[in-house]
């Protein structure tokens, strides 16, 4: 036997929590689904979803501090992450945990790149678990954004006036076809965050093209696009769980109200806002890309020419799901059917639900009013008929509580 299989055989003391009787009776009789990560609200979110509805639930994040480790729904492990750590580390930490459990989980990879390593690894996986996800062959084409935008523009999708910037080569051709305002994104989503803490570095005019280039350049390939006017308001966001067969069977639309940052950031305000429009769009790309699993595809309403401009598509839960759920359409539970063979088609949403992200949203309007970007009346019209947080909630607590921990002791003397 090699040491492999040994590793991958032995019980490591990191699962006991799944190991207790009563947590493998619980698995035994419903199916458990699995999480990971669960640092931020978007796998907190899927958490709460399904754990509400009694599905065992089992959370995996490299940070033992991670917030969603704390929910009352969860059993809580830690796991190694496919970035730091590398792919494999990763898929021997979900097959320790598949071979622990009493029957195959439904998993559901929440961050980026967690859904390219278990996309690149389904096979495999699938051993273990049921996985409503996209294999490689797909997904490649998501996790690609000039891919990606190539297939919208081939269906009809409109996209921002966009050049593809492989190397310095490029730039003078990339400026003599773009408007500005532009900005440079990373081909490789979440390249840029990470580098600096933000997606998008502007580049107000042409002049200021190689020095930005020179700072963008080391997130690798980039696309130059012309920015898009208009209002925080003017985002739309289509939430969907596609089949195996491609087939939509749960559609959302929300409105971005108030963003953190504002223009270029996640929603810290959203309502639910149905639109035909922006269903067709996000229909159109994603049977064109063969799509498989949850999705968040964003666009952004053009006031010049009235058309909806793709800013992107998420290949996974985004940040405010939740709000799918709150207006009746939960996208987690839909997959998470559809995995177990026994799929349902979800209802019409009900529009004019508010979700909040409280903690940005205090933070930036505070802000914002003392520069007087934002009026106090217009603040609190923003909670209007909202119902559900990023990270509050009464039911479970726990989370929150962490945050609010983590938060405070950044700033306690001797801290890092």
């Keep these: 036997m090699s040491w492999l299989s040994r590793y991958l055989e032995r019980q490591s003391p990191a699962l006991s929590p799944v190991l207790q009787p009563e947590v ?19 796998g907190l979110g899927i958490l709460r979803n399904l754990g509400r509805l009694g599905v065992p639930m089992v959370a995996l994040d490299d940070n033992p501090a991670s917030i969603g480790l704390t929910s009352r729904y969860a059993v809580p492990l830690v796991c190694h992450d496919p970035r730091h750590h590398g792919e494999e580390a990763l898929i021997q930490d979900l097959e320790r945990l598949g071979e622990a459990l009493p029957q195959r989980a439904v998993l559901f990879p ?105 700072r963008a350049r080391v997130c690798g390939p980039l696309l130059l696009q012309e920015i898009i006017p208009g209002e925080d308001t003017a985002f739309f966001t289509c939430g969907a769980y596609h089949d195996a067969a491609s087939r939509p069977l749960g559609l ?39 799509f498989h699993g949850v999705s968040g595809t964003e666009f952004k309403l053009d006031p010049r020419d009235g058309r909806l401009k793709l800013m992107e598509v998420n290949a996974r839960h985004w940040l405010h799901h939740t709000l799918a759920t709150e207006a009746g359409v939960n996208l987690s539970l839909i997959a998470y059917r559809d995995a177990l063979g026994s ?19 205090l933070e930036d309007s505070l802000g914002e009013l003392v520069h007087g970007t934002l009026g106090f009346r217009e603040m609190l019209e923003g909670f209007r008929n909202a119902r559900t947080d990023a990270f509050w909630s009464l039911d479970d607590p726990l989370p929150v509580a962490r945050q609010f921990a983590t938060a405070v002791g950044r700033h306690l003397p001797g801290a890092k």
């Design 110 to 214: 929440a961050f980026d790149d967690h859904v390219w390593a278990v996309s690149r690894h389904l096979e495999r996986l699938s051993k273990h678990y049921l996985i409503p996800l996209a294999g490689w062959d797909v997904m490649r084409r998501v996790e690609d954004k000039e891919l990606q935008l190539k297939a919208a523009a081939s269906v009809g999708v409109d996209i921002p006036r966009t050049a593809y910037v492989h190397g310095p080569e490029d730039l003078a051709a990339a400026a003599a076809d773009m408007a500005f305002p532009a900005l440079f994104k990373p081909i490789r989503p979440q390249e840029m965050r990470r580098r600096f803490g933000y997606k998008v570095i502007a580049v107000p005019t042409a002049a200021d093209l190689p020095a930005a280039y020179e």
């Design 343 to 361: 799929p349902i088609q979800g209802p019409r949403q009900q529009d004019g639900v508010r979700w909040t992200d409280l903690k940005h949203e």
């Design 252 to 290: 959302f639309v929300s409105r971005k109200l108030r963003q953190h940052p504002r223009d270029f950031g996640e929603a810290r305000i959203a309502e639910s806002e149905w639109n035909d429009d922006v269903v067709a769009a996000t229909l159109r790309l994603l049977t064109e890309l063969s």
């Design 24 to 42: 493998q009776a619980r698995m035994e009789a419903v199916a458990p689904a699995v999480v990971l990560p669960v640092s931020g609200g978007t």
